[in-house]
């Protein structure tokens, strides 16, 4: 029984000590997690929101955690590109459609995008827990490489799919979208 108090203790820390604005940026994530269950129709610019939102905080969380050091840099680059990789490989076989007239792309319906923003929620609250729980997670090297990866993997996952939309977009021939298109 001691356990559970305990663990009800650390979230309940964990929900009060969150600022308000990640709690509109996780809901954020969640609304464009959950529309992109469903094929729709989007503008091409709106393709990049989520990958830049969650890279830029990326960036900002892990290097405001740890040294910039050229061996945190190397492994988060590494594993952002192998993410990135995986990404392209997964999402190699999705066809859209693009009309490139009205700038607008039709994305199929995928579960991927809300599982990402699960996963790096879930990973940065985990991270980020631990390293205020306990202050010496930032010098253990287990613990920093283990953010890092996991981190720079996810993100790389969602930049990988972004730049196989990208090219997708470029060579696919042009249709005649609107936005409300989006269901069928």
Known sequence: MQFWISVLERIDYLLHTTAWWVYLVFLYCLIIGWKSLY????SYYRLFAVPLLLGFWW???????????????STSVLAGLAGNFIGWKVYRRARI?????KKLIKLPGTKSTLVSIALIFFFRYYFGYYQVVNQSNLINPFFIYSDLIISALIVGFIVGRGFYYL??????????????TARH
């Not at 094929?39 to 989007?42: A, D, H, K, L, S």
């Not at 960036?59 to 840099?73: A, E, G, Q």
């Not at 459609?97 to 007239?101: L, N, P, S, V």
């Not at 090219?167 to 409300?180: D, E, F, G, V």
């Open 59 to 73: 960036i900002h969380v892990t290097y405001s955690r740890y040294d910039l050091t050229f061996s945190h840099v």
């Open 39 to 42: 094929p729709r129709v989007i």
């Open 167 to 180: 090219n997708a977009y470029r060579t696919a021939p042009h249709a005649n979208l609107s936005k409300n």
């Open 97 to 101: 459609e693009a009309d490139k007239r």
